[in-house]
């Protein structure tokens, strides 16, 4: 079933309970690139083939360069109307959890305050020794002599379990599940998906293209998240 906007709006606005995923789309519109698809090439390099443990043990040097572009890109880089819209309709909801797969912090400078970050925070490094925490400079290893590794999760690495666990108790008792800019194919983020339909949630999908659950959504929304999300807040 493919419900109108009109739907998707009304849903927002009777709802208790929202929770959102987004993914890189959220942040296509601010200049940061998407991992796959036009725009997911960095060099001749595919990010899935970057963003690993094996290519950090291999070749730590090309990895960091690779972190210290997207940096780069992110420092430059403001947030847009998906990201306020965003922030708007935590406002005006109680029950409200933003669950983000974005590395970087536009949500936050956009104004969202509850955030559940599942794949970590690119402007943090992180020593693969003590494991101590720093915001990201130029520095490549630690006071304690180990290398310095972005605070971000990889592929084969576990999510921090107090953030998914979040994420999966909103999902579960949440009305409505906005799903914005996710290709919805990395896991566990992606199971989220249709946990919210087994818990009878509304899901509504906001996606330039189809993804894997795009007939299995209740709404699913083609276009622009900086045109889209904006229109579809309840007072608009
Ligand atoms: C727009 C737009 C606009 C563009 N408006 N839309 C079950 C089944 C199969 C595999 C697995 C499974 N469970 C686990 C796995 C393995 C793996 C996985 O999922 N693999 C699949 C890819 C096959 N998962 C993991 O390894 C995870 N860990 C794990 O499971 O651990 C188990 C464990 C337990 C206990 C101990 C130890 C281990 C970890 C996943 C980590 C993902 N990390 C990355 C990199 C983060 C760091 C970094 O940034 O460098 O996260 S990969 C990358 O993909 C990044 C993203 O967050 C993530 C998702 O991508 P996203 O956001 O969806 O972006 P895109 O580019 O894919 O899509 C953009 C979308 O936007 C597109 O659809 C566009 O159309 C759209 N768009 N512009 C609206 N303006
Ligand atoms: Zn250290």
Redesign the pocket.
């Known amino acids: 079933m493919n419900a109108s906007k009109e739907d998707a709006r009304s849903w927002l606005g009777n709802a208790q309970s929202i929770a959102v995923l987004t993914?890189?789309?959220?942040s296509?519109?601010s200049g940061i690139p998407?991992?796959?698809?036009a725009g997911?090439l960095w060099r001749n390099f595919r990010?899935?083939d970057l963003?690993t443990p094996e290519a950090f043990a291999e070749n730590p040097d090309l990895v960091r360069e690779w972190?210290q572009w997207?940096r780069a890109a992110v420092r430059k880089a403001a947030p847009n109307p998906?990201h306020y819209a965003l922030a708007k309709l935590e406002r005006c909801k109680r029950g409200f959890l933003l669950i983000t797969?974005?590395?970087d912090d536009l949500h936050e400078r956009a104004g969202s305050r509850n955030v559940a970050k599942l794949?970590?925070a690119?402007m943090i490094d992180r020593c693969i020794q003590c494991q101590r925490e720093r915001e990201a400079g130029d520095q490549d290893n630690c006071e304690c002599g180990g290398r310095l590794r972005?605070g971000?999760?990889?592929?084969?690495?576990?999510?921090p379990e107090r953030e998914f666990l979040r994420a999966a108790a909103a999902v579960e008792k949440c009305d409505v599940l906005l799903v914005?800019?996710?290709?919805?194919?990395?896991?566990?983020?992606?199971g989220l998906i249709p946990s919210a339909t087994f818990h009878r949630a509304k899901v509504i999908e906001?996606?330039?293209?189809e993804?894997p659950f795009s007939a299995n959504v209740d709404c699913s929304l083609r276009?622009?998240?900086?045109e889209i999300l904006p229109d579809l807040l309840p007072d608009s």
Not at 23 to 26: D, N, S
Not at 206 to 209: C, D
Request: net charge negative; aromatic share 10%; glycine share 18%.
């Open positions: 993914g890189a789309g959220v296509a519109e998407t991992f796959r698809g997911g990010a899935e963003a972190y997207r998906a797969q974005n590395v794949h970590g690119i972005p971000v999760v990889w592929f084969g690495e576990a999510l914005v800019g996710t290709s919805a194919v990395v896991y566990p983020a992606a906001v996606n330039l293209e993804t276009g622009l998240a900086g």
